[in-house]
Nanobody, 118 residues
């Protein structure tokens, strides 16, 4: 079992930055990848970014590429999402997840709200 707790969400003006954190407990290091997904109001949850535990290889959705950076701290069982140049359309609930691969996500956090204002 893995527990995930996100933090760092909030209200920010367009063009600003936020850093999300996700602390994992339990058997998180038995998973292969950690990632961030987001769900805007009235829309389905979508992939934003992911990183592998061991090699640190990253993968990004086109909509965030060049603006968001995912990183991890294996010693702390934590993953981070640095979000720069935020846009109104980045407003969403952001979820941390861990999984066996980029296609199989096994555990989810409760989500943290990010609101970008004009």
């Amino acid at each position: 079992q893995v527990q995930l707790v996100e933090s760092g969400g909030g209200l920010v003006q367009a063009g600003g930055s936020l850093r999300l954190s996700c602390a994992a407990s339990g058997r998180a290091n038995s998973m292969s990848v950690m990632g961030w997904f987001r769900q805007a109001p009235g829309k389905e949850r979508k992939f934003a970014a992911a990183i592998t535990w061991h090699s640190g290889s990253t993968n990004y959705a086109d909509s965030v590429k060049g603006r968001f950076t995912i990183s991890r701290d294996n010693a702390k069982n934590a993953v981070y999402l640095q979000m720069n140049s935020l846009k109104l359309e980045d407003t969403a609930v952001y979820y941390c997840a861990v999984g066996r691969s980029y296609l199989v996500w096994d555990y989810w956090g409760q989500g943290t709200q990010v609101t970008v204002s004009s």
